[in-house]
């Protein structure tokens, strides 16, 4: 089993606290965010940046893990993931996740991609742990 952590801080109250968020790889280390980074657009990170992060990797990894099983190697697999957050019956969900995939794959046909695409989206580990509704536009280029 492998584990990785996350870590984070929190000072004062929600609107006028701060916060500190870090990696156990020290990759993010103490990166500020608040109710200001989060909901009116200020510097520093937020949760569901960090997560949109999370599941776009995940998911190129595993397009690339499905690519290989069909003897295929991407140039490039490009990934955003939007994010959504809305107030859901008196409080705040992550209801919705936006993949956008653009991928240069040698030797790949539309049907092939499209079918490797789809499998990456409903078996990367971040899809699964997510519950949110998850949509995805995918590109071969």
């Known amino acids: 089993m492998i584990k990785k952590s996350g870590s984070a801080k929190w000072s004062g109250g929600l609107k006028d606290g701060k916060g500190h968020v870090s990696t156990q790889t020290g990759v993010l280390s ?13 510097k520093g990170t937020n949760p569901e940046e960090l997560i949109g992060a999370a599941h776009a990797s995940c998911y190129s ?11 295929l190697t991407a140039d490039e697999i490009a990934t955003k993931a939007t994010v959504s957050l809305e ?23 539309e049907a092939k991609f499209m079918e490797a695409a789809n499998a990456a989206k409903e078996g990367c580990p971040v899809s699964k742990v997510l519950n949110a509704e998850i949509t995805m536009d995918a590109k071969l280029t």
Do not use: C, W
Request: glycine fraction near 14%.
């Open 30 to 42: 103490d990166q500020p965010y608040g109710f200001n980074t989060r909901f009116e657009g200020g």
């Open 87 to 109: 107030e859901v019956d008196g409080g705040f969900a992550i209801t919705k996740i936006h993949l956008d995939v653009t991928a240069k794959i040698p030797g790949a046909d």
């Open 61 to 71: 990894m595993a397009l690339s893990m499905i690519l290989g099983q069909h003897d």
